[in-house]
């Protein structure tokens, strides 16, 4: 399969499945040949598009059969064509220009030039997760909706916002295409994950706007004889290393004692969930066989008991799934169970 932009007339093979609004695109797969058209591309553009399939139909016998997409109107087989070159990215035609460049060297090559980008990935209006793609939304936080899961590129960093609406299909896609963001870049993006209520940090990003650049490269003073000597360095230079006087030779008894102890200590603090991941204040009870019940007062009436999220007992990271938690109505006693 292969891509190529219609770029004033003439077609021009690109290597990332990045789309913009407002270009053609040629996706030749040999036997069918797609025309995606863009909402803002000129009727110009349109036209070079349909001659440029026409010739390159004409080239191999006539034999291949043009089918022409409408942007967002892309079909399940133009979709699971694209998604063998990586994860579909609709976005403004001035965004076009650096997401399509080879990045190989440095904390972020071409970071001068960068535009911050926020992508919309929704599940809505598609048939199945393999037909899924990533939709450019204003870089703002009016575009968050929580219904929906949201990467925030902002170059060498990657942002990922989860809606506390949004479902697993949503998470699992968004976390993969940040991925994948690192993986056609030098470095490592190291995508952090925000859920919708504790996403300060995520909200700071997007009122920095587009145009803002943050590098985690370390800046390193240099050491001068020139320079004067501080505070921290007279510190520093008067702490000595402690050293051991005294070496123990561990024994087999040794080892297995302290394996012991570990055991005893991972079971003390077992609960569901992952372990250090949970709140230790929730009273914790066995799961009942039969009908749930307070363990304070007791009540069976179902219409007493409300089950809720337990956001402090993380079950599974990736995708964050949650425990779940129950309140009784009748005498207001919290729990979870085992």
């Not at 863009?38 to 080239?59: F, H, N, Y």
């Not at 699971?80 to 076009?96: F, Q």
């Not at 145009?211 to 510190?235: G, I, N």
């Not at 039969?290 to 089950?307: A, F, L, Q, W």
Request: hydrophobic share 35%; net charge negative.
């Amino acid at each position: 399969m292969i891509l190529y932009l219609v770029d004033q007339g003439n077609l021009k093979e690109v290597k990332k499945p990045v789309f913009s609004i407002g270009d053609t695109y040629i996706v030749d797969d040999d036997r069918t040949i797609y025309v995606w058209i863009g909402s803002k591309c000129s009727v110009d553009e349109k036209t070079a598009g349909a001659a440029q399939a026409r010739t390159l139909d004409q080239q191999r016998g006539g034999a291949a059969k043009i089918i022409t997409i409408d942007q967002n109107q892309e079909t399940a087989d133009f979709m699971k064509t694209i998604n063998t070159m990586g994860a579909m990215k609709v976005v403004e035609k001035n965004y076009a220009k650096t997401l399509l460049k080879d990045v190989s060297t440095g904390d972020f090559a071409g970071f001068s030039e960068w535009k911050n980008v926020l992508y919309r990935v929704s599940a809505e209006e598609f048939d199945g997760i393999n037909t899924m793609k990533m939709i450019q939304v204003p870089f703002a936080k009016d575009s968050l909706d929580s219904e929906d899961a949201f990467i925030a590129d902002l170059g060498n960093k990657v942002y990922i916002w989860q809606g506390s609406a949004c479902n697993v299909k949503e998470k699992v896609k968004a976390g993969q295409w940040a991925r994948h963001i690192d993986a056609e870049r030098a470095g490592a993006q190291n995508e952090k994950i925000f859920e919708e209520g504790d996403d300060s940090e995520f909200l700071t990003a997007l009122g920095r706007g587009v145009d803002y650049k943050e590098s985690d490269a370390v800046q390193f003073r240099a050491e001068s004889v020139l320079e004067p000597e501080t505070e921290a360095d007279k510190v520093a230079a008067e702490i000595q290393p402690e050293f051991k006087s005294e070496v123990r030779d561990v024994t087999p008894n040794d080892i297995k004692a302290d394996i012991a102890h570990i055991k005893e200590v991972s079971a003390s603090s077992a609960s569901p969930g992952i372990p250090g991941r949970h709140d230790d204040s929730l009273l914790t009870v066995e799961k009942p066989e039969g009908r749930r019940k307070c363990p304070k007062c007791n009540t069976e009436n179902k219409m007493m008991i409300h089950e809720t999220v337990d956001k402090s007992n993380v079950i599974l990271d990736y995708p964050r799934v949650y425990g779940k938690k129950y309140k009784c109505g009748q005498c207001g006693q919290e729990w979870r169970e085992k």
